[in-house]
């Protein structure tokens, strides 16, 4: 079926890079936007703009009536959900397919297998990809989380089935933390996530985050390697890389390989990441989590590969088949991309919404920058504070991080406290330069180092 009008149900930097992918393949645009988005710079960019609801993200960009109502309005054939929101609801995915209209993205049923972390897991291991030890499905009643915890062994991770964004995660050293933390887990999710479900994985220490991107079209699947995601903060990813300068080249087979074999397990359709957690002692992985969905880092991928993922997820969903070939697939040079956040380093990585009073954009060889930022808008406080993504390219590593701190330092966004300085410490950093890090590292480094982020 050919896509004619797509209605992007998402906001901010997403949005502009869904506009984009949609006109280089000659399709217009619907953009749905809360009443406190009206400027944003995806609404000036699109063909069309519709209202969706108030501010709350509950009432707009979660509102499936509201969604659906304005793709039949203004006569929209496809619904792309960018990530977050209403990107791995299932029941999103089926009603706009039932009211006839193209999902970008997987079937209902592939999100509600994938997207569940419990049934992801068995998935995996079903498909012979290695897991890290844990429950084999949801934890119900207490003796038989207690009888988990001793077998896998502390510190384990309490883990809730529908968590996402880092959140709904904690961490018991001992049966007496472990109790504590269940029954409160347990309410938590809950309210967060509507499941109150739980799981539980041992926590591998010093592990890399590393994950797969893959393509499928429902019956085929290929990978577009990896990326590494290690410099996290309270489980979120600040700094990511393509591909992992710390993969041998014989894992990096296995490793990619195990993903194409899991999403084609499932009959995979679309663009979906898979993750894991790698030792680099043991040069052993573990999936964690499929996203089944864009993500945000897609474009180090994007610049070592030369692939248009966001093109190739709306081809697809078209009903095409990929257009590319694994063979064809190949890697040149480095990719990294920091995430530039509404955030006050400063300040605990307070959020800090405001107005762009000024703005310079980097530029030059080997740069891009995704972002929602003009001078002059307005960063309203209720949604996510992801600015825009500053991404460099170059043929090395090194070469990669120099571009980086030479880009950094052209940006300048005014009026608003954000994450550039963090960025700009990470690039001149000893440990970052020679790929000295894991999940964990990140956070004493930021206590370490929180004089310098004070100026
Ligand atoms: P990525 O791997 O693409 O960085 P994240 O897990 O950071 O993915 O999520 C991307 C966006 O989606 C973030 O804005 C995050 O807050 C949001 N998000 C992800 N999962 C959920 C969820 N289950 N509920 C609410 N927001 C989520
Ligand atoms: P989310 O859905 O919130 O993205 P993930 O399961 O992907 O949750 O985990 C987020 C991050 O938490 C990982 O990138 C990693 O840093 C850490 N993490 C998750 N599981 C484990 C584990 N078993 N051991 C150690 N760290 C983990
Ligand atoms: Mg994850």
Redesign the pocket.
Known sequence: MIIRKLLIANRGEIAVRIIRAARELGISTVQAHSAVDAGMLAVKMADEAVNIGPPHAAKSYLNIGNILKAAAETGADAVHPG???L??NAAFADAVEAAGLIFIGPRGDSIRVMGDKVAARVAAEAAGVPVVPGSNGRIDDPEHARHIAMAVGFPVMIKAA???????IRIAHDMAEFEALMPQASTEAKA??GDGGLYIEKVIERARHI?VQVLGDGRRAIHCFERE?SLQRRR??VW?EAPSAVLPQAVREKLCASAVALAEAVSYRGAG?L?YLYDDETHRFYFIEM?T??????PVTEMITGIDLVREMIRIAGGGPLSVRQEDVRMRGHAIEV?INAEDPARNFQPAPGTVTALRIPGGPGTRFDTMLYQGCEVPPF??S?LGKLIVWDETRQGAIARMARALDELEVEGLPTTKPLHRLLARDDSVAGAQFHTRWLEPWLEANAHRLNS
């Open positions: 990530y977050g929101f990107a791995e529908a968590g996402g964004g880092g959140r709904g967060a996530f994950e995601c979120q990813k990511e990441t993750e996203n969905r864009i993500q945000v880092e897609h995430r949604y996510d992801l």
